[in-house]
């Protein structure tokens, strides 16, 4: 498997560092090699916060993304900054609030309603980060949903397994039906 | 028709706006505050001077529309010092963290108060080291939660009050950012104060102190100030055992003594063209 | 300044909705609404107190002489 | 400790490397990028018996640690740039007082207040020189989060073995990043405390043995009443104006750190290389991603990475300068080691550089295209 | 026979001395009065550690028997607290002078004081920077002279025990080398006190301040001590006029508190092996 | 001040060489053996209604300093070794804002605190290298009681042109000798006013005009409200995280000290020398003596002498090291400017070091006894 | 330890001659002489109060157990 | 004149620096080179203190003094300290209570009762140091009588110029009284 990269984006309280941390876990359990790092500053107090993460069966010298294949927006002033200049193979996932305000580089682009899948469905917002996963699940086909709900339950605190498991559903739900909407 | 008060249009950078501070952080609220006093006092805001250190509450300075100083951690202090000493005309405010002003800057807050110089010192005080992600602060109560107190703080906080009063400042007052109209008298007595002030200003920080410790959100924190500070004046006439879990807050010095900076000029008028 | 032409602002670009003007305005006029901001959602009880402009942390919230085109 | 792979932060695995090695000791003062080496050593110390305390400071961060292991304890304390110039003057008097200790600096970008979030190179020349006086010092750069972890041992061994503070310099992409790692199991690394005086002679501080160069360490508190000091002093630890014993004295503080188990390097296909890079730290990672891309397409380039920093690598890098054709010294700032391996190379090959200090990383495209012009303007 | 008092063969270094100390400096007074309490508390010297900053009075760590550390100016206390924590069944004891706790190291004391660890403070007041040859310290009086104060000292003096008490030392004394006996009293009592206890120890430094402000040599100074120095119980009995020009000594704080190394041992004790 | 010989201390020198530059503010700390010039400062400073006072501890003294220039004031703070350490975060501070300042070194005996009242060149690398990040510093070693006072001079007029600190770098022996001085006349020497704002464009703090490299300077109170911070900031001096910005200010810094009129050097017979010392401060006094010596008994030897000791007059060491045949770097530390020497030679020449770090000063017998033997193994 | 048993010990070599033993000894037992150091002048007249001992800074004048020779 | 080298040393008290800087001054005075410096050190408080004194009609380089001409001691430890190794040439004057315990190197001694001329002939014995210009003075002929006394009263307070005169005086005296009694 060759590097893969992913860039995940969102305000402060969205978790995605987390889901970025779960992503790597996730690969290096299954064997792989992983790096999971994420921009830090000051605008990080309710600015756009982002994580990434490189994936490969190679060692992983280069520790930055630089041209990801894979990149995930929960927030506006995140898409504002990150879903541009992509290369053009690169996927792009938006939760559906998000109105693109610059060409992204590419058009495979995912709108999904992740928050309120988060919020109404699960009946959390901040488990939209375990929604993503679910949906990186489904777009990547990476590991398996088994081996990604082992990842999420090492991870979330005891009692929340149900949800977190349910979430992970409701990701690759939300993909599924995206591809059967598109066909 | 701006889509800012006048108040903010007049002494904020609005171009700066918004400001990094996370959702419902009282550095906001106090920094407007301060703004306010300054408005009351009618200063001249070329002769005003902002000196702030390292941390979420010094960043106050680049929102403010005066001359204004971000220094180092723990600083501001004495970099205010010299600023006073060389233009003594000048209105020198140090805006400070609890971290900033009472942990690595200890030093240089003691002296202060022990020189009498004529700075006015806000202290921005949410018990926590906000910038860097919620370590305990020396205001932190002990056995509350930090990133480095995960099994509650071992130490025992600061009463800044105290702590300052032993040190010699000439004025000194708690407001909080619940109790805004009061901090902003507060502020602008200690502005207008001729010596060395102190408000300590009770802020608050939702995103590493509040829900850590279950105290909750930034309304959380705002009931929590507007439950637990107590005027002054109410707090003594309380019994010993209502007291518990209550703060006062109000003025607790205000006195008069020879001011650093007048008492150097009259030296100066005296010797100097000696040599 | 009399209460009478004081204005009821709210910024809602600035709002970062952290709920503080919503828990202390004496009247329940403003509520924070799907976007996770503000929004004034009652301003005829609005007593024109002046509690929510100080309290607010990003100065989205405030009175102002004028009259207001609602 | 589990022997599985683990994800883990680079500043995480400095902390299990200081408890591998002995740590009981921390103390500290928060600062970014540095923090979670704090935050982890509050969290863990407890549990193993150990202290974790967090000063009013950077200097009381130090001077507490000096203080433990004086007392006898394994001690570290961790900081970033503005903290590590702060806590200069006590690191020059564990020096010269000769009292083991681990200093971890998570470089970002600099001067001042800088860019405390993003990552730098740029405290490489202050730390052999951030102090007063004629200091000596070791420091380690790791890479990786893995090596994070063994070179935080390394540098608590050490620390004990010279009887001398150890700086980690690492930055903030390694300190932050998250990586894959194995834990060694308990013994499976060496780990060296620090020799007590003998039994059978009087405990002389700082004496040393016939052919021995360190001092034995007699922890306060154990019976042997001596004096320590930062001034200049005699074997018995009093100040001493003697310029006979100061120059021992000194001396011997220096040479000590030509102990051969020091410098610690690797060396990537430099044996016939043309062009090398010689970078350490997170900038070597991509250092090596070029590099073997380079290799793949045919190009006989090489990189060099000192591990140890200080004392640098100074044999090895005469040698390589000796014979290849240029090197480059990649780092993330305006040109420090740089300036060692120019003055190492003594004229022999070209050196030249290739950094900056705005926070950001150089990229390996950077480096392949370097070494291409290179090869093509041959 | 030794030529030696037994006190003086017991504790001190006798092949250091004699000491650097100027002829009359109150120093070697009060490192006496010092070694006189703890033979009276009779205590293991292989437990006691002494811990200095730098200055005339910090020389005094290299004359005593116990275990010294010499450190850098300023800097004592958080190296003392370094040890305390890693060995809580040692004695503690800074000996520090008035620039090395109040000035350099102001911070390092009120910290300590805050937590209330269980160290003992002992300093050496002599209201000057001896070892660098006369410049004023935080404990210079206003107009005094320095060297630094050639027109009279323009800042105002610490009170120390005012700071210290502010800062939540739980032990507080004053004593002075004149008033030895009472001093060594307040010595023991702060050495076996649990929790961070300071003992402000009046010296004098005829050297650079008797003779600069025509206070004397060192007999001049004692004197002074002598006459300036009033029991706290009689200063308390003085009126206000009669206080004038006088200072009082004695105990100022005395209270329990949660020890640092105590409150640590057991939240140790509770998450040990945790993980 | 009268033009007649004076019998003067250095350090009273550099206090009357700061007053003529115009100096109206010093904040400083006392410590040995700079304590003099604290003390006359104190004494002189309110006579031409400037500014004395003693802070806390060195971090204030130069805090205070920055602060007084900031409200446009010439300002001095003086230390020695452990507390220009303690500077040396400030220092950085003041790099990265752009105020002008001088901060005298007096050097003594280190690392630690060493030997206080003897002296050494042990600082000099870290004048250089103190702060962390890429900063960037000027310095200047006086030999002489009268260079002394006319690098102070100097030293404040290129603080306020370039608006950056700049470091006297002087030792004790410097320091505390008296010798003959004339002082010049008020006027006879320039002195540099910082400039201030263009009255005909709005102010940006940190913009330069075009062909300009150094921002103009508006003290805080005159009008231009404006921000300064530590941070990397934009030309308003507002904190900026971009990385272009970034590159661009910190180059600016670096590049700006590349002003031709910083270099100063005495070259002493390098003509046509075989043999050079390069040597400076108080050492360099031993190595005039020893080369006029050796020049009477007809050896071909120079002394090349650094008077801006940072930046290094490069182009004039590589230009002495293509054609000499050996070069002999004499500092009183045990080998640092001779680590900046041997990279400049390049190889060129060989670079000798003499030097100890003990307090005992390099004698003239040595210089010569070292000349000889190269000429003796020729 | 009655104070019968003691005996007044001066060890001129440490003493310093700075005079605070003179000045505060209730009896005038002691007294600076030519070489600026201090004697015992007057050992008939010591009461053995100690006073000298706790202040002299140099360690020079102490009461020992003992018999003098004198 | 070639470079001449002086070596002072005393107690903290005495005044030698003092010594030293006059000398010096008066040397510039005469349009002269002169350097003078003092050995610092914790042992001044109490120990012995040495200034030394470089005079010279040429530049002076090396800034210290290695093999002083003229070595002057007004105390026992000071003597004990500097008066060994001396050269020569050198001239030793010694305060008349001063009893060498080593060679000193050169047979050029003069024992004079600085000391005591100074507390009981001048009345004031921190005048001993102004008696020991008279002793150079008339030793050295480096430069006139009036030359000190103009660079003495140069540098003592008001109102002391009679008695400074005096010990001046008195210490030419002294010589003059110890040749003659050699001789
Ligand atoms: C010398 C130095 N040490 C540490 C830091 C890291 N640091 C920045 S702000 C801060 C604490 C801020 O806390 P506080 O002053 O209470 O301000 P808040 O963020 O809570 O408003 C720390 C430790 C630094 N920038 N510089
Ligand atoms: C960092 C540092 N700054 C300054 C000094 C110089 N210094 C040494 S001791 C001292 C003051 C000592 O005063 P104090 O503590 O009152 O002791 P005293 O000599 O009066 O007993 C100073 C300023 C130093 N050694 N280190
Ligand atoms: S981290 Fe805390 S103090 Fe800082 S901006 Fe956020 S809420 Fe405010
Ligand atoms: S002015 Fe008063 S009543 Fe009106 S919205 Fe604000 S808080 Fe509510
Ligand atoms: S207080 Fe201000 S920021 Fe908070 S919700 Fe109200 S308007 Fe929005
Ligand atoms: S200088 Fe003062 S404090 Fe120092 S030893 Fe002399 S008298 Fe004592
Ligand atoms: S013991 Fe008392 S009486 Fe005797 S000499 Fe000493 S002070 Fe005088
Ligand atoms: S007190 Fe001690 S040093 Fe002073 S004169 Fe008396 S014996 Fe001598
Ligand atoms: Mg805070
Ligand atoms: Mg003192």
Known sequence: MKRLEFSFSGTGGQGVILLGVIMAETAINEGLNALQSQCYGP??????????????????????????????????????????????????????????????????????????????????????????????QEITKLFSKEAMITSVLHRVPKGTEAINTAAIEAGVQLVKQWHEKKS | MSDRSQLVDKYFRVDNLPHIWCPGCSHGIVTRALTKAIDELDLDPDKIVIVSGIGCSSRAAGYLNFNTLHTTHGRAIAYATGIKLANPELHVIVITGDGDASAIGGNHLIHACRRNIDLTVMIFNNNIYGMTGGQYSPTTPHTALGTTAPYGNIDRPFDLVRLVEGAGATYIARGTAYHTLQLTGYMKKAIAHKGLSVVEAISSCPTYYGRKNRIGDAVGMMQWMKDTFVEKRAYDRLDEEKRIGKVPFGEFVNIQAPEYTAVLAEITKRVEGRL | MSKENLVLRLNRVSCKGCGICVAFCPTKVLKIVEDNKCKIIDLEKCIKCGQCELRCPDYAIYLEEGTDGK | MENKALLMQGNEACVRGALYAGMKFYSGYPITPSTEIAELSAEYLPTVGGTFIQMEDEIAGIAAAIGASIAGKKSMTATSGPGFTLKQENLGYAVMAEIPLVIVDVQRGGPSTGLPTQSAQGDVMQAKWGTHGDSAIIALSPNSVTETFYLTVRAFNLAEKYRTPVILLTDEVIGHAREKIFLPEAGEIETFDRLGPLEDRPYIPYGVEEGDIVPRFAPFGTGHRYNITGLFHNEQGFPSNSQENAQIMLQRIHDKLNGE?????????????????????????????????????????????????????????????????????????????????????????????????NGDILVPEEFVARAKEYFNER
Chains 1, 8 share one sequence.
């Open chain 4, 261 to 357: 188990d020091i410098i610690d390097f690797e060396s990537l296909y430099c044996d016939d290389a043309e062009y090398v890079f010689l970078s350490y730290g997170s900038t070597s990672r991509s250092a090596i991603a070029a590099v073997n891309q380079l290799r793949k397409e045919g190009y006989k380039v090489g990189l060099f990475r000192p591990i140890t920093i200080w004392p640098s690598p100074e044999k090895q890098i005469k040698e390589l300068a000796s014979r290849v054709g240029e090197i480059c010294v990649a780092e993330m700032n305006l040109g420090q080691y740089f300036l060692e391996v120019q003055r190492l190379a003594c004229g022999d090959t070209k050196v030249s550089h290739m950094g900056r200090a």
């Open chain 1, 43 to 136: 605008e990080a107090r309710g600015g756009a916060s982002r994580c990434e993460v490189i994936i490969s069966d190679e060692e992983i010298y280069f520790p930055k993304v630089q041209n990801p294949n894979y990149v995930l927006c929960l927030s506006q002033a995140a898409a504002n900054k990150y879903a541009v200049n992509l290369k053009e193979e690169a996927v792009l996932i938006l939760d559906d609030r998000i109105e693109l305000n610059a060409e992204p580089g590419t058009s495979n682009i995912y709108y999904l309603p992740i928050l309120d899948t988060a919020r109404n469905e699960i009946g959390k917002e901040i488990t939209a980060n375990i929604v993503s996963l679910g949906i990186l």
